[in-house]
């Protein structure tokens, strides 16, 4: 008989997907377990976790590449799957330090398979990406479709991938979901717990809201000239919330999965960066400064999920729109313009 699965190990539970899900694992019955080193987030995300959604939660500082710390925390908590989302996930960072992703991204991979096995935890939903994919020859992109790291940070998630097929491969009690992510992006509707990059932003919607807010000038779009409909990039965009119960579905599912099954999360359409610009002002009320500039070096045109694999094996599909989307990363910027500081 399967046991239930109760108590569930957060990896990086501090951070912008990982403390979105907790809210969504605590109001669904679950326990959790949150390890964190909190080299890119803070504490105060948890206590907002907590405030919304009341329920057990403990947390441990420990880094995911410290296999005693890891072990120490198995040893007194009684886990029975983990969610795997410690790492680094900025492309240019990536390219100019790639040792270290190497190190946190592999390396804690590593580490943590290891200390799961000693302690027999096989139910694994590890946090990949839609970077497994390159550039696209064509969307909707299927789970199948071609596999290519084009950087440091890509590669990172290709060889846990890899290196997850091969282990369920040699031990099939392994029961894993490999979740590729398309563009989260928004905040919980509560405006408490939203996405507060360190620096500059990578991504696109933090980037908009901060213009918005009057933190940075304007919004530059990395080329206006490309073969789509208005001329920008087209992404498939997913509400943080929409992706937080796509974790929930995931670790409901893990009973009926044997072995490693890669699964896309994604709405399936694609908006342009215009139109997100476009929905952000609806959502502001205002107009958001912006320029069109050059490309950006290895930007696929075009790059949205073929999701039916989530539909039929996890019973989820995304719910939220563009609008929505945009509405709920206002609210969480407009009640804190400087983010968690």
């Known amino acids: 008989m399967v046991q239930p699965i109760q108590k569930i190990l957060v990896t990086g539970g501090a951070g912008y997907i990982g403390s979105t899900t907790c809210v969504a694992l605590l109001e669904a019955g679950f326990s959790i377990v949150v390890v964190d080193n909190f080299s890119n987030s803070s504490r105060t ?11 057990s939660l403990v947390t441990y500082e420990v880094d995911v590449r410290d296999t005693q710390g890891l072990g120490e925390v198995f040893a007194v908590e009684s886990v029975d799957a983990v969610v795997h989302f410690a790492g680094l996930k900025a492309v240019g960072e990536s390219v100019a330090n790639p040792l270290n992703y190497y190190d946190v991204n592999v390396g804690g991979a590593v580490a943590l398979l290891q200390v799961m096995q000693e302690h027999d935890v096989r139910n694994l939903v590890f946090s990949s990406s839609a970077t497994v994919y390159g550039d696209p020859e064509v ?21 846990i991938e890899n290196m997850l097929r091969d282990l369920a491969a040699a031990d099939p009690s392994w029961s894993i979901a490999c979740l590729r992510y398309f563009n989260p992006v928004g905040a919980h509707p509560s ?38 409909p208005d001329g920008s990039c087209i992404r498939d965009y997913i509400h943080v919330m929409d992706l937080a119960l796509g974790h ?18 994604g709405t399936g359409t694609g908006s342009s960066v215009f139109e997100v610009h476009e929905a952000a002002q609806r ?16 930007d696929a045109a075009s790059c949205f999920a073929d999701t039916s694999r989530a539909m039929r094996l ?13 509405a709920d990363a206002w609210r969480w910027q407009s009640q804190n313009p400087t983010g968690y500081q």
């Open 45 to 55: 995300p948890l206590d907002r976790v907590l405030e919304i959604a009341p329920g």
């Open 139 to 159: 969307s909707p992109i299927v789970e199948s479709a071609p596999l290519v790291g084009t950087n440091p940070y890509g590669r990172t998630k290709l060889i």
């Open 314 to 326: 996890l019973d989820w599909r995304a719910t939220r729109t563009l609008d929505d989307m945009c």
């Open 248 to 265: 929930l579905a995931a670790i409901r599912a893990l009973g009926d999965i044997s072995g490693c099954e890669e699964i896309n999360l």
């Open 191 to 228: 405006g408490r717990i939203g996405e507060d990059p360190l620096g500059v932003p990578n991504n696109l919607m933090p980037f908009i809201m901060q213009v918005a807010v009057g933190r940075r000038k304007d919004l530059v779009v990395f080329g206006g000239d490309y073969p789509t």
């Open 283 to 298: 959502a502001v009320g205002e107009t958001i400064p912006m320029r069109v500039g050059g490309r950006r070096p290895g």
